[in-house]
């Protein structure tokens, strides 16, 4: 078990070596002078050339690349080109944020949607799995903004239950869950529907399997069929889906912290997108990386232990 | 008698195997007549063609010109004149729905067809070529795949700056990687198969297998692959617009309505949800779509 995680973080370096040097050519790349940026068009050119300096941009490109590994390899994020300040401590400031929402999207996605796929998968073209597959395609395609505007509108601006923006922080553990509730639903809902889907085909399948038709034989109760053989051979596929569904929900936890003007990772990136401080943008796609490659590595982890064919050694 | 003889004029075109019963219909023409009796695949097609039309007559369509303020008239709600009211400058919000068709449809259509040209092409030359080719795109297109689709068009349109252009690109590097992918393992296969060999065999040139011989066995799989990546490209240009990037104002984008609108929810609540519901419709018609392809190409859901 150890040896086998070892091999996993040994593979992981290359491809994480691979995605730092993209990204630090990508942003030596952008157009625009940063000290130009931050000082605006009306600096003199002394002070520009100082702040060049000050940056460590005047360097030659294979310094500063060496620069950045090092940083990174010493747990160092560098500092943001605008506010100066160490961009490392802004990330550990919303990352749990962001990471609260994920989680608790996955789990609503799961509780929904497991269920929903199980029931029209065992009631294939009656009513309810058309009602089913309905609901799923319409969340397939809805815009994760545009579902988090919604539930803000009809549950925030007109019952008024939840708040509509902003979040709490975690020393107020029921306050912060109640600022929760409308983003954590937008990406659940939205969850739900991949989800679903790809329970329904999944257990379709097993459904139609050897095994099962031979726990009919048996006598067994439908139930422990259903249940005991059925559904716990369906799970294996869509657990192992679980960490695609994490990563992409990083990806659309941007649009819910933009609409509910959360604190996170997302809402750092578009500031830093905007202000054009390539620093912050350089270190949070590395954080981004980080948390992808650990995310694949927990999904292969719980792959092997769940799924018995699996079992190395 | 009439009847059992136009019976047989309705299946003319397919010849009768002369061993057995069943006509013989070519693997093309089945997909068809499954994909037209799928009705929901069949809404997604005039949803399709009614948003297109809208889209290229838009001057036409639209009541106002879009682009017209009348700050003295901002933010009025639904009325006769203006059904989805008017917005923060005065502008009819219907019209500029209508209008922002044109942008949806541009960015979704040419980010799928550069992105999906030029990942195809990186699929099948990665997996016909082989060797060190092979592990430096596969390598190349795995990186770029580890980033959620936003996220990656964010960086990229980070870096690019904004613009229609710049949006298509951004878009079209999100979706390249998923193609190559899509296209790399079934041309593995097929670049082992007998008819390959033999057309290598008798002197055929590279370029020519993979036109002839690989890349129409995976249209199916592209064409699927293409039409469900259309409602995303749609639904990635509106999340970017709605961020606040991309195409420049003043021109209308349902995202960039929607993000205006949100502050306007008690007043307006159209002015948010109108461009939404124009967007979720597209979205759905070209998944709708893609469903119906990947139905009507799917072996396994033959009756």
Partial sequence: ?313 | MAQAQARPAAHATPTRDPFGAKPIVSERRRALRSFTRNRTAVVGVVLILAIVLIAVFAPVVAPYDPLAQSVRDRLQPPSAAHPLGLDDKGRDILSRVIYGARIALQVGIFSVVLGGAAGTAIGIVAGYVGGKVESALMRLTDVLLAFPDLITGLLVLAVLGPGLWKMIVAIALTIAPRFARIAYGPTLTIAKKEYVEAARSIGVRDGRILTRHILPNIAGDLLVFASLWTASAIRLEASLSFIGLGVPLPTPTWGQMIREGVVHLTVVPLYSLGPGIALLITVLAFNLVGDGFRDALDPKSRT
């Fill in chain 1, 1 to 313: 078990m150890l040896r086998h995680i070892v091999r996993r973080l040994l593979l992981a370096i290359p491809t994480l070596l691979a995605v730092f040097t993209i990204i630090f050519l990508l942003v030596r790349v952008a157009p625009g002078d940063p000290a130009v940026a931050v000082l605006g068009d009306r600096a003199s050119a002394e002070t520009v050339a100082a702040l060049r300096e000050k940056m460590g941009i005047n360097e030659p490109l294979w310094k500063q690349y060496v620069d950045f590994l090092g940083g990174l390899a010493q747990g160092d994020l560098g500092r943001s080109l605008i506010s100066q300040k160490p961009v490392g401590e802004q990330i550990l400031f919303v990352l749990p944020y962001t990471l609260e929402l994920t989680f608790a999207a996955i789990v609503i996605g799961l509780a929904l949607g497991v269920p929903t796929g199980v029931i029209t998968a065992l009631r294939r073209n009656k009513p309810v799995d058309y009602l089913g597959r309905i609901f799923s395609l319409v969340g397939l395609s809805f815009p994760a903004f545009y579902l988090g505007i919604l539930l803000m509108f009809f549950l925030a601006v007109k019952l008024n239950v939840f708040p509509a923006v902003g979040a709490a922080d975690f020393s107020q553990p029921l306050k912060n869950l109640h600022y929760l509730v409308l983003p954590a639903l937008t990406l659940g809902l939205i969850e739900t529907a991949y989800i679903a889907r790809m329970t329904r085909s999944v257990m379709l399948s097993v459904l139609a399997d050897d095994y099962v038709r031979t726990a009919r034989a048996k006598g067994l109760k439908e139930s422990s069929v259903l249940i005991g053989h059925a559904l716990r051979a369906a799970m294996i596929p869509v657990v192992s889906l679980i960490g695609i569904f994490a990563i992409s929900l990083i990806g659309s936890s941007v649009l819910v912290e933009e609409v509910f003007a959360r604190p996170g990772l997302g809402k750092l990136m578009v500031g830093a997108t905007k202000q054009k401080d390539y620093t912050t943008l350089q270190s949070i796609m590395v954080v981004y990386a980080l948390i992808i490659v650990i995310i694949n590595l927990l999904t292969d982890l719980v792959y092997t232990f769940i799924d018995p064919r699996l079992r190395y050694d």
